[in-house]
């Protein structure tokens, strides 16, 4: 369960690599290591950095959708 939210992030930035550019693809690897090693560091339960990293999924999916996420 834990690796679901890792493959989800790289799965959209592959995805999203259009969309982003290398400057939103940059930004996103730079704040997913930067949660690693914060989460790491502070040694919290790893729970707590795949929900943060879920919450980045979340968003880069409403960017690469453009805000308008049609479900049928």
């Given at each position: 369960m834990l690796l679901l939210p890792l493959i989800a992030f790289w799965v959209l930035i592959i995805i999203g690599r259009r969309e982003l550019g290398?400057?939103?693809i940059s930004f996103c690897i730079l704040l997913w290591l930067?949660?690693?090693?914060?989460?790491?560091?502070?040694?919290?339960h790893p729970?707590?950095?795949?929900?943060?990293?879920?919450?980045?999924?979340?968003i880069l999916i409403v960017v690469i959708c453009g805000g308008d996420i049609r479900i049928r």
């Open positions: 290398f400057k939103g930067g949660l690693l090693i914060g989460f790491t560091m502070l040694s919290h729970y707590w950095f795949s929900s943060a990293q879920a919450i980045i999924d979340a």
